[in-house]
């Protein structure tokens, strides 16, 4: 994990931790249906086709939790003061292998 916890790197590359406030660049334009599928299914921007979520974002824990347990973090979170921060992509262990360090 990174100082400020907001990166981990293992075999996966390095995952950022998402923005999940209210701002469009956030969670601010997802439906409770996409909110439901990120956090049940494991799925980015909960998109049914998307690509996994990375480690450490443990989504497992919370494959079982209830229709109004999940209404209510995601409204929850939809009332949270927006932050503008753009979080770069993940980086591949392949892009790691090529970096000059």
Known sequence: MSPDLTAAVGPWGVSIAS???SDDIGIGNWSLEQFKI???KGKFKGLE???DLLPPMPWQNFANLTNE???A???YLQSTKPVK???PA????AEIAN???
């Open 73 to 75: 973090i995601y409204t």
């Open 38 to 40: 990120s956090l049940t």
């Open 49 to 51: 086709n998307g690509r």
């Open 69 to 71: 347990d999940l209404k």
């Open 99 to 101: 970096l000059e360090l």
């Open 90 to 93: 993940p980086i591949s262990p």
């Open 19 to 21: 923005n999940i406030t």
């Open 85 to 87: 921060n753009v979080v």
